[in-house]
């Protein structure tokens, strides 16, 4: 439990990310990434934007945004959307289809110790991350600090140890959910006080004072906050890239009392009872809605 914060003041140890939205330039691009690299299919469209996902599950909406100019590097707002998947195989059909669909666009794999993770970036410079999590027992605590690394992960050799007939035949079938989302901010010591202080995760490790990882329930990580290109950033203006990011929790209680901290933090919000909308300190969008 984080110092300071009573079970009342957490955020429930049920909670999910739900799906995330991004400003879109150019749909029909975006679209073809997110069906043939990732393997999503269109699950509802809606307003224009199109909701993509697995099994009937929405996981990215990819809302029209024509107009609005690619956010600068050194800008607040996502660093990456993290794609769980169930098992090894199903991670490694996913990983396969994105490196051939656009070699250029892979950028980095690690072993985390908790999980296991490659990056690539989408046509409209948005970070994804897809991961599989080692079993919840595997990992180690040091104290209330998940004890993660970012170890070699050769991405060939993963392929040829994991790749198989099955699981690309059957990418589209394979579940998968949002993980994680990772921001860039301007500061961990205000992300801190915001999604810990306020919101009410648990913060579950740190990176030099440069990240910070917080979540409910013991995970690992729901959310993740860096400075790495964005130390020092304000406010964020309205660009492509992130809109808005979905949390969902059990009960209307549990968005209730969210609403309470808020307010007494001082945080406008907007509550319709089943959901709540808010901005963080840099104006990334949150919402936190009813499962």
Same mark, same amino acid.
């Given at each position: 439990?984080?110092?300071?914060?009573?079970?009342?003041?957490?955020?429930?140890?049920?909670?999910?990310?739900?799906?995330?939205?991004?400003?879109?330039?150019?749909?029909?691009?975006?679209?073809?990434?997110?069906?043939?690299?990732?393997?999503?299919?269109?699950?509802?469209?809606?307003?224009?934007?199109?909701?993509?996902?697995?099994?009937?599950?929405?996981?990215?909406?990819?809302?029209?945004?024509?107009?609005?100019?690619?956010?600068?590097?050194?800008?607040?707002?996502?660093?990456?959307?993290?794609?769980?998947?169930?098992?090894?195989?199903?991670?490694?059909?996913?990983?396969?289809?994105?490196?051939?669909?656009?070699?250029?666009?892979?950028?980095?794999?690690?072993?985390?110790?908790?999980?296991?993770?490659?990056?690539?970036?989408?046509?409209?410079?948005?970070?994804?991350?897809?991961?599989?999590?080692?079993?919840?027992?595997?990992?180690?605590?040091?104290?209330?600090?998940?004890?993660?690394?970012?170890?070699?992960?050769?991405?060939?050799?993963?392929?040829?140890?994991?790749?198989?007939?099955?699981?690309?035949?059957?990418?589209?079938?394979?579940?998968?959910?949002?993980?994680?989302?990772?921001?860039?901010?301007?500061?961990?010591?205000?992300?801190?006080?915001?999604?810990?202080?306020?919101?009410?995760?648990?913060?579950?490790?740190?990176?030099?004072?440069?990240?910070?990882?917080?979540?409910?329930?013991?995970?690992?990580?729901?959310?993740?906050?860096?400075?790495?290109?964005?130390?020092?950033?304000?406010?964020?203006?309205?660009?492509?890239?992130?809109?808005?990011?979905?949390?969902?929790?059990?009960?209307?209680?549990?968005?209730?009392?969210? $609403?309470?901290?808020?307010?007494? $933090?001082?945080?406008?919000?907007?509550?319709?009872?089943?959901?709540?909308?808010?901005?963080?300190?840099?104006?990334?969008?949150?919402?936190? $809605?009813?499962?």
């Amino acid at each position: 439990m984080t110092a300071g914060n009573s079970t009342q003041d957490l955020l429930p140890a049920e909670l999910t990310m739900g799906t995330v939205m991004l400003k879109v330039g150019d749909m029909k691009i975006m679209t073809d990434y997110y069906q043939r690299a990732l393997g999503l299919d269109i699950v509802t469209e809606q307003d224009g934007g199109l909701y993509l996902g697995r099994k009937q599950k929405p996981l990215v909406h990819l809302a029209p945004a024509p107009g609005l100019s690619v956010p600068s590097r050194g800008e607040a707002g996502l660093f990456h959307t993290a794609l769980l998947f169930d098992d090894q195989t199903s991670l490694a059909a996913t990983v396969a289809s994105a490196a051939q669909y656009e070699p250029q666009s892979f950028s980095g794999s690690a072993d985390h110790l908790v999980s296991e993770a490659f990056y690539f970036t989408d046509p409209e410079g948005n970070g994804i991350e897809l991961y599989w999590d080692r079993p919840r027992d595997a990992w180690s605590w040091d104290g209330k600090n998940v004890v993660m690394d970012s170890l070699a992960l050769p991405p060939q050799r993963y392929l040829e140890q994991f790749l198989t007939e099955e699981s690309v035949r059957g990418q589209h079938q394979a579940e998968a959910g949002i993980g994680h989302v990772h921001l860039q901010v301007g500061d961990v010591q205000s992300a801190q006080d915001f999604y810990v202080g306020t919101l009410g995760f648990e913060r579950t490790a740190g990176w030099h004072g440069q990240a910070l990882f917080v979540s409910a329930g013991g995970y690992h990580h729901h959310m993740a906050m860096n400075v790495w290109n964005s130390r020092g950033a304000g406010p964020r203006r309205d660009t492509l890239g992130l809109g808005e990011v979905l949390i969902e929790v059990p009960s209307g209680d549990d968005v209730g009392a969210l $609403a309470d901290r808020l307010k007494i $933090a001082g945080v406008q919000s907007h509550h319709t009872g089943a959901e709540l909308r808010f901005e963080d300190p840099w104006r990334n969008r949150i919402r936190v $809605a009813v499962r």
